[in-house]
Nanobody, 127 residues
């Protein structure tokens, strides 16, 4: 079935930028919407951003809109999350995920819509 592997997490200061990557070995990666979720200690996993199979449409959580940018490189089966002006509230484990449905025209945000998940990468933002 393949896997998703996140990288790029680390410790940064508030106001800094960080770029997360997710490399996929999943078949037909370029036909599925993909997205990012995050989870803080004691909190439920929450949606961050998603992008359609061809990169034509994106969707963001209100908390990151205007600061984070999701993009994908289908030729290299890689998903990105550019995080700018990070805040301490962005501290979490960040997960990438692939949706269940091929060629979905709208980017999903419900966790139930995603079938495959990576192991996560830790992002810590100090104030």
């Amino acid at each position: 079935q393949g896997q998703l592997v996140e990288s790029g997490g680390g410790l940064v200061q508030a106001g800094d930028s960080l770029r997360l990557s997710c490399t996929a070995s999943i078949q037909r990666f370029n036909t599925y919407a993909v997205g990012w979720f995050r989870q803080s200690p004691g909190q439920e996993r929450e949606f961050v951003a998603s992008i359609t199979w061809n990169g034509g449409n994106t969707h963001y959580a209100d908390s990151v809109k205007g600061r984070f940018t999701i993009s994908r490189d289908n030729a290299n089966r890689t998903l990105f999350l550019q995080m700018d002006r990070v805040e301490p509230e962005d501290t979490a484990i960040y997960y990438c995920a692939r949706t269940r449905f091929q060629f979905r025209p709208t980017p999903p945000e419900r966790a139930d819509d995603f079938a495959y998940w990576g192991q996560g990468t830790q992002v810590t933002v100090s104030s």
